[in-house]
């Protein structure tokens, strides 16, 4: 199965490649940079709608792929609080049928999601701002300061679980 995977992030086809390789079936991951369309930082909607356009970049250009994988991370106001959480979309060219799942979240404070918003959301993330703020350690990793929890296993435990309901 050739699988491609919408960003060339090593976290991203890492998470890929460990879902499909826990199905024993054999699989060729590989990553290609794709356009989302959508604004540095990602809000609510726009998320999904990266994603998506990422997988309508890497399908016009890229021919021979049974699924194409986008992880898109975003933040999203729910309730009173701003969520930061991923969206993974796994299209299947054979069926042309979209699967997708978000993944847990974790909570990202108002003052540096203001901060980030102020500056403009097409070219600055609440991510970069917290790292010069000093409250994040690692502008790829905003999940392990935060929550003790590597953005890594977020990623790997949503891609797991979709790629095991689909295609089994």
């Known amino acids: 199965m050739r699988i491609g995977v919408t960003s060339e992030n090593k976290l991203k086809v890492d998470a890929v490649r460990k879902a499909y390789s826990s199905l024993n079936l054999p699989i060729e991951v590989i990553g290609y940079s794709a356009e989302s369309g959508v604004g540095e930082q990602p809000l609510n909607e726009q998320t999904l709608e990266g994603a998506r356009n990422r997988i309508l970049d890497v399908r016009s250009r890229v021919p021979y792929l049974d699924r194409i994988i986008s992880i898109e991370n975003g933040i999203f106001r729910e309730g009173k609080k701003w969520l930061d ?4 979309v796994i299209y299947d060219l054979s069926t042309n049928n979209e699967y997708l799942a978000y993944s847990d979240s974790i909570v990202f404070p ?3 999601v203001e901060r980030a ?7 600055t993330t609440v991510c970069h701002v917290m790292l ?3 409250y994040i350690a690692n502008l790829q990793d905003p999940h392990f300061t ?3 929890t590597s953005r890594q296993v977020y990623l790997e435990k949503t891609v797991l679980e979709l790629v095991e309901r689909i295609e089994q």
């Open 85 to 88: 959480k991923a969206v993974i």
């Open 146 to 148: 935060i929550s003790g």
């Open 117 to 123: 918003r102020k500056s403009g959301f097409q070219t």
């Open 110 to 112: 108002d003052k540096y």
């Open 132 to 134: 010069e703020a000093g």
